[in-house]
């Protein structure tokens, strides 16, 4: 039987997933893309497994989710994923959200490379990834930049420290939750983890144990907030931007 090109996974927001207004928040969401994604490259013969006997593993660089609503308790949500793109130094992956009645809530894109287990540096795609994955031309959304902006100067700022709980597979702090460390900063006059748009850029490691201080600025024009994860010793873990709805 041949094997999709695409894949669709069903999620159903629970209710140990809601914020306090009843709705999944952005992290919820990171967490079904990087589902999904995983579920979809072991069907393609692309597992994590098959990675680590190649000597590397699946790394997140960048992700890009765009939210038209956030799904409440008890809703499931459908969400399909496809490649967009492979070559020996990066694949790209996007996603499409849709609720029960076939109407789309989220979309997004996304980057990875291939970590060499051995030096902890970005390696090559093994072979078996560039000559086999598919590369659809189609795409849910797209980066608000090519690069992301520095934050400056954080106008409010936080010191975090990895758990054991943090941590995936691969012995460093998981994506999705770097991502909602990088919105504990964000004053509590906003909906802090349901932004409209979150797009972050993982640059850097965050080992078990490690201490990140969480920066973000004030609200600039058109509702947009910048964000960075620095560790202790000045390398920057992650940029994001986000845009609030209604900003």
């Not at 770097?178 to 850029?201: C, G, H, M, Y």
């Amino acid at each position: 039987m041949p094997i999709a090109e695409t894949h669709t996974e069903p999620f159903k927001v629970r209710v140990y997933e809601t914020a306090a207004n009843g709705n999944a928040g952005i992290g919820t969401i990171a967490d079904w893309l990087q589902e999904a994604a995983t579920i979809h490259a072991g069907l393609l013969g692309f597992s994590n497994q098959e990675m680590a006997q190649a000597g590397v593993a699946w790394v997140l660089s960048r992700l890009c989710i765009r939210m038209e609503r956030y799904p409440a308790l008890g809703e499931t949500i459908q969400v399909r994923t496809w490649p967009t793109f492979k070559n020996k130094r990066r694949a790209a992956r996007d996603f499409r959200l849709t609720d029960d009645q076939g109407l789309v809530i989220g979309s997004g894109t996304s980057a990875w490379v291939a970590l060499d287990l051995a030096t902890r540096r970005m390696g090559s795609m093994p072979d078996f990834v560039v000559q086999h994955c598919p590369a659809l031309d189609e795409h849910a959304c797209e980066f608000t930049a090519k690069s992301l902006p520095r934050l400056e100067r954080a106008e409010h700022a936080m010191t975090l420290t990895a758990r054991a709980s943090d941590l995936d597979q691969n012995d460093h702090v998981n994506n999705a939750h770097l991502l909602k460390w990088a919105l504990e900063p964000v004053p509590n006059t906003r909906s802090r983890f349901q932004p409209a748009v979150a797009d972050i850029a993982f640059r850097a490691e965050v080992p078990p144990g490690g201490t990140v201080t969480a920066g973000c600025s004030a609200s600039v024009e058109n509702g947009t907030l910048l964000h960075v994860l620095t560790r202790d010793d000045g390398t920057e873990a992650v940029r994001m931007l986000t845009q609030w709805p209604g900003a």
